[in-house]
């Protein structure tokens, strides 16, 4: 399948009074079209960032793009003239946001703020504009779409803001949208809505999806692919089966064991102790070392390297490499 997306060892700093905070860390992914690839970590894992920086929306400064690369079919992103970007952002690339609130100008109706993104990018009629601002309010669920284009966003429920966001960032149909925990700040019912919708999209326009989230549960219904990310770096990638199924990263599984199941009531949920390393100097070896159950002699002095499981399922941890024994004696020989 053809590859929109490829991120090769991407890496983002902030500089800081307190010195450089190594937000992103040697980040690589591909992403195919059509495909939803989920990003899941805890806050501060770099997940963010890393979309932020496709869309180049890292402030500089403090923020940079210290190395790597993004190219986007083909064009490189990151040496990108900003004049360039802004042609991308929201024809090509779309993003969206936790909060719709933030999206939305208060002061405009639902109909001018998705007839106005579409004449930016586009030679349209205000007349064809609004024909596909009703077509486009259709596709996301909104019923009546004549009468609510007149309206402003406040006279609309939370659940139904996301909806018109998700509207605006579809409305010029571009080729990867990239949703930054679309449904963090709804109630259940509501992000199970957002997440089918997401699918129906998709399968309707055939739009490649990142999906940014903290919660494993979420990506359960709509990945493809998954990637754990954990300070600043992706330590295990798979498809949504390998994740799931067959996870071998100790971090994804006490993400896992984090997130409630269905059918499994009553079980307990397991947060993971500890917090991840701090960024201003990332250790050396794993950086899931203190907080880790299994951890062994070797993992906080070397960086495990990637090992493949098969094509699509790889993991960064010393569990899966046979040198890792070796590795630990000869360290505690040298002491
Ligand atoms: Fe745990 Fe070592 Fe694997 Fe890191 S490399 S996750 S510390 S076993
Ligand atoms: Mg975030």
Known sequence: MEKILEVNNLHVSFVTYGGEVKAVRGVNFDLH???????????????????????????????????GTIHFKGKELTKLPNKEMRKI????????????????NPTLTVGDQLTEGLMTHRSISSKEAKKEAI??????????PDERLKQYPHQFSGGMR???????????????????????????TIQAQILDLFDRIQKKTGVSIILITHDLGVVAKIADRIAVMYAGKIIEVGTKREIFYNTQHPYTQGLLNSVP??????????????TPPDLFSPPVGCPFTARCPKAME???????????LSTTHEVDCWLQDERAKELSASHAATR
């Open 33 to 67: 079209k059509g495909e939803t690839l989920a990003i899941v970590g805890e806050s501060g894992c770099g997940k963010s960032v890393t979309a932020n920086s496709i869309m180049k929306l890292i402030p500089e400064p403090p923020g940079k793009i210290t190395d």
């Open 261 to 274: 199941k269905l059918n499994q009531k009553g079980e307990k949920l397991v947060p993971i102790d500890g």
């Open 298 to 308: 070797v993992c906080e002095k070397v960086y495990p390297f990637k090992s493949a």
């Open 89 to 104: 952002r929201g024809a090509d690339i779309s993003m969206i946001f936790q909060d719709p609130m933030t999206a939305l």
């Open 135 to 144: 077509e486009m309010l259709e596709l996301v669920g909104i019923p009546n």
């Open 162 to 188: 996301q909806r018109i966001v998700i509207a605006m960032a579809l409305i010029c149909d571009p080729e990867l949208l990239i949703a930054d925990e679309p449904t963090t700040a709804l109630d259940v």
